[in-house]
């Protein structure tokens, strides 16, 4: 009978997750709904965002947001893929336990402490050695960068170290170099994980929000950036700035809402694709 | 004997590139240790802000250790009895498999999201208002999914003979599952709570949201009261704290707030480490 009761209250448990996830979407949805009154087109397309003319085009502001996660993403995968190959296949034992810890230990890096070293090093560095106002586009790469980074060499050195043994020794006994069955057995046979590592990274980039928000500048009205070098303002920057002013009701905040649905979306789509890479890297070997 | 160097030589960039994922960690921690340091006194440690140049965090200190432990009090008993439920009672039938989807997007969410959702819903429509409880229980949505995935990979490494040993003594299900399985699975969900509390400690934008301006001078008396914390007291001086000494004491803070977060991270990876060892075969 206890027994019984016991698995009834952790299947309600189980089920909040269920619960709390559909109470954001229906929240969310509600809030941002009435901003859709004023046209789709003329929100998803329009230019210009300008809250006090009740404008409300987030054109501008979902450009630059990929604008900012393609570049931080294409750092992270310069710098984390490498390092990934070595730590799975050439580092020695007791460096290797030392880096993917430390890395790992990125991942919950506070962003706000991120953001402050952003603002107080990277911003001025930027500043003095490019010109411009130092908040920038290029600012935003980098610190979004350091934030995706952990995410990319984790989960690419687990799916690089999961292609089996035999795979390269049947390789070296062919007489192919190391860095040849890297080349071609090793990552050919992890590109799904390290293509998840990569739109997951990506996830993350979009969603991330104090660091980001702290080095791109934020200018009043957004604008799709064409150089580096400019201010930008990306989705979650413009919600956490504008929702502490917007009045409660107005367009404004419903138009807020509107983008954390927006926000919502882009991220779920890239996660989806995550979970449906990695599944179909399961699918066996032999793929070319 | 040129393909051999050419091998090095590659070898050596790519240990470069690991080299420099650590060397951001390092810089990172080093720089706001160094600009920290001199923040840090007793005063600093134990009064209360005044404007931007002023005073301590206390308050953002107490406030930060009342939101977590309000975040914990609401993720971890709910996480660990999903990640028992999804481990040891569910069947693979669709209400599993769509708990397990919707732990997954829960995750997935980006935290400004869920700062949104906690303005609405807890601050609003449930009437929390602005205070403790809406920050700790919007931070407890977010960590959620993490406490378990960590506390269902936990209780899967107990192997199967220990259950089978334990029923085949007489004991029930339930009571198998409290005394053999979540007793050896238990160094395992700690580091996941853990680590749990190390990503809600620096979170800023739901708490920015939910909880509190991040200047509060007072401690929180009820779970109704506003309270500063120690992100959003950051965000706020180096965003608006025009000054060195603003400055300064971001750092100060900052300091704090990152020696909170690598001590339980620190104290998560020694408890994983000791709880898992694997091996594997090398062939070069």
Redo the contacts between chains.
Sequence with gaps: M??KI??R???V??????F?????LA??LK?GFPALTLGWREFFFGMTWHPSHDQFGIFPIVVSTFVVGIGALALAAA??I??A???AE??PDW?RN??K??????V??????????G???LVVFVRDAFGGWGECVLAGWVILA?MT??HV?SISEDSI?AVP?GY??AS?ALGA???QTVRKVILPNARSGILASLVLGM?NA?????AVL?VVGNPNIPWIPLSALEPVRVL?ST??IE?SYAV?GSMHQHA??AL?VV??AV??VL?AVT?AVIRRGKGGWGRD | MC?RV??EV??L???A??????A???V?VG??FF?GAGAINPAFLLESPYRFEHGGIFPQVVGTFCLVAVCLLFAV??GL??A???AE??ADNLVTR??RF?????A??????????G???LV??LGFGVSLLSGGLALG?MI??WT?RASEEAIKTVPYSYREASLALGV???QTIRGVVLRNAAPGIITGVL?GM??A?????VV??TAGSGLESFLPRSLSDPVGSL?VY??ML??QGHTSAA?SR??GA?LV??AM??LS?LFA?LLR?RFVRRK??K??
Excluded: D, H
């Design positions: 206890g027994e016991v698995e209250a952790l299947f448990s189980a089920l909040s997750s269920i709390i996830v559909f109470f954001i929240f969310l809030e710098v984390g490498p390092a190959i070595y730590l050439f580092s460096l030392l880096v810890p430390s890395v790992e230990m990125l919950g890096f506070p962003s706000v402490v991120l953001g402050l070293f603002l107080t090093v350091i980074l952990p060499v170290r043994n390269k020794e070296l170099t190391q860095l996830g979009v969603g991330e929000t104090m702290m979650t919600i956490v929702i409660w807020l809402f954390g926000l919502f991220v779920a996660n979970t | 393909v050419r091998e590659v070898k960039g790519l240990c590139a690991a080299l420099v994922s650590v951001v960690l390092l990172l720089y706001i600009n008993p709910l009895a999903t028992i439920y999804l009672y569910a769509s708990v919707f732990v997954e997007c829960l997935g969410i980006p935290s400004v999201v869920i700062g949104l959702f303005l609405v819903f609003y429509f949505f959620l999914p378990v029930s299900k339930w680590l190390g990503k400690v620096g979170e800023t934008a920015l949201l992100p950051i965000f180096a965003t400055s971001a750092f900052s707030l990152i977060f690598l991270s990876l480490n594997r075969r062939i070069w």
